[in-house]
Each structure stands twice: as C-alpha cells, then as structure tokens.
C-alpha cells in the first residue's frame, strides 16, 4: 500500500533522513518508533511531500509521491495528522469537521458524522463548542476525526498518545483498532512502547535518521537491547 525506499531528507545543511526504507501493507497498522529528533515526523512529512530537500523513492497503490504536491497526495488516499494538530480554533467542532469533507473514495471506508460521533462521543457531546474550547485530548480526536472525512485509505498519525490524559489513550487505542478494522493502513509514529504494542502490527525503530529495526513485537522481546538503546530516555 505504501512503501519507502533509501529515503534521504535535509533542512538546509542539516541531513535528517539516512536511507531510510520500510512497507505499510494493505489494512496494516506499522510503528514507527523513536526519541525526540530521531526523524519520526520528517519521514512522515516526506511521505506528504511538505519536505523539498529529498532523495530516495515513496510510492503508494503503485504510484510515486517524490514529486507530488501535497494537496495531490491527500487527493490520493493519504491522510495526515500532525503532533501539532492545527485545528481551527474559532470553527466549531461540528465546522472543523466540515472543512475535511472529501468525496467517497473508491476502495475506502466512507465516514459520516454519525460514525465518527459514535468513534468519538466526546465530539458528539462537544460538536457545538469552538476548537480553542476543547482540551488537549479533544483537540486530538478533532483532527483525526477531520481526517476521516476526507476518507483516506491510510492515515499517517503522528505521535497521537502524546501530552493527553492516560483515559483518552486508552480511546486513542481503541480508535486505531476502529480504524484498521474498517480497513485502513495507519503508519503511526510514537515515543510509547506500551501504546506502539497495543495497537500495531510491526514495529520499525529510527534512531538519529536511520532504521535500526524492523519487526514483530514478538522478536523485540527477545531482544530487549534494541528497546533499551534506541528508545529507553
């Protein structure tokens, strides 16, 4: 579904992506793990074409993203949630919503107010209140549900169990179950390994722009070194 080969990124000078290379296959959900800066959110804005300086190869359903706008990879099938969540604080949540409305998409789940209410009741409560009204958690949900509505086929979240409430974890947990049982693909990024486990397929490790590790849970168990030296604070 979507795969990246020998990518490289840079910020000017500053080379941030090293070859790296992994898969998300067909209603999957992949881990991609690391510290602060270890370029979790740069291969993820590759991947939505927000970073000029790049080399490498990102195709999804067989097609070639390198040098696609980001508005046309949207259009494709990909949905984006960034860690800094962007919502529109003086649109109502109900208005947010709105805003991400896209056409059905062949061969994607569509998503209607009213299941997006049940998978996020705490909007459905709030749908009336302003963005800027809503706490850290709901403003999470906010943006993924906002992402829904343009009926992706694989949803890039970016660090979502981030500085919210350990309860609204536990829905975020129960959401990306949600969404890979609807059919979706999520490429996940997370600090948490806990969080990572409970709701991922395979998990790759990226340590100062590289891939260290690419995997099942199973066999990072059985060698608990790789946890401790690319993800342990």
Same mark, same amino acid.
């Given at each position: 579904?979507?795969?990246?080969?020998? *990518?490289?990124?840079?910020?000017?000078?500053? &080379?941030?992506?090293? #070859?790296?290379? $992994?898969?998300? +296959? !067909?209603?999957?959900?992949?881990?991609?793990?690391?510290?602060?800066?270890?370029?979790?959110?740069?291969?993820?804005?590759?991947?939505?074409?927000?970073?000029?300086?790049?080399?490498?190869?990102?195709?999804?359903?067989?097609?070639?993203?390198?040098?696609?706008?980001?508005?046309?990879?949207?259009?494709?099938?990909?949905?984006?949630?960034?860690?800094?969540?962007?919502i529109?604080?003086?649109?109502?949540?109900?208005?947010?919503?709105?805003?991400?409305?896209r056409?059905?998409?062949e061969?994607?789940?569509?998503?209607?107010?009213?299941?997006?209410f049940? *998978?996020?009741?705490?909007?459905?409560?709030? &749908?009336?209140?302003? #963005?800027?009204? $809503?706490?850290? +958690? !709901?403003?999470q949900?906010?943006?993924?549900?906002?992402?829904?509505?343009?009926?992706?086929k694989?949803?890039?979240?970016?660090?979502?169990?981030e500085?919210?409430?350990?309860?609204?974890?536990?829905?975020?947990?129960?959401?990306?179950k949600?969404?890979?049982?609807?059919?979706?693909?999520?490429?996940?990024?997370?600090?948490?390994?806990?969080?990572?486990?409970?709701?991922?397929?395979?998990?790759?490790?990226?340590?100062?722009?590289?891939?260290?590790?690419?995997?099942?849970?199973?066999?990072?168990?059985?060698?608990?070194?790789?946890?401790?030296?690319? *993800?342990?604070?």
């Open positions: 579904m979507l795969e990246v080969k020998d *990518l490289t990124a840079r910020y000017g000078r500053a &080379q941030i992506l090293n #070859g790296v290379s $992994l898969k998300v +296959g !067909e209603n999957e959900v992949v881990a991609l793990l690391g510290r602060n800066g270890a370029g979790k959110t740069t291969t993820m804005k590759c991947i939505m074409g927000l970073v000029d300086q790049k080399t490498g190869e990102i195709t999804y359903d067989g097609q070639s993203l390198m040098r696609k706008a980001p508005h046309m990879i949207c259009r494709a099938g990909i949905g984006y949630v960034p860690e800094e969540r962007r529109f604080p003086d649109l109502t949540v109900l208005e947010n919503l709105e805003v991400g409305r056409p059905r998409r061969g994607a789940p569509e998503w209607q107010l009213e299941h997006l049940e *998978l996020f009741p705490n909007l459905a409560e709030r &749908q009336g209140n302003l #963005g800027k009204q $809503l706490s850290g +958690g !709901e403003q949900m906010l943006t993924i549900a906002r992402t829904l509505m343009g009926n992706p694989v949803v890039l979240l970016d660090e979502p169990s500085g919210i409430a350990p309860v609204i974890v536990e829905q975020m947990a129960r959401v990306i949600e969404l890979k049982a609807e059919g979706l693909s999520v490429l996940l990024s997370e600090q948490n390994l806990h969080f990572a486990r409970a709701v991922s397929d395979r998990a790759c490790i990226i340590e100062k722009g590289t891939l260290r590790y690419e995997g099942g849970f199973d066999d990072l168990d059985a060698h608990p070194e790789i946890s401790q030296k690319y *993800l342990a604070v």
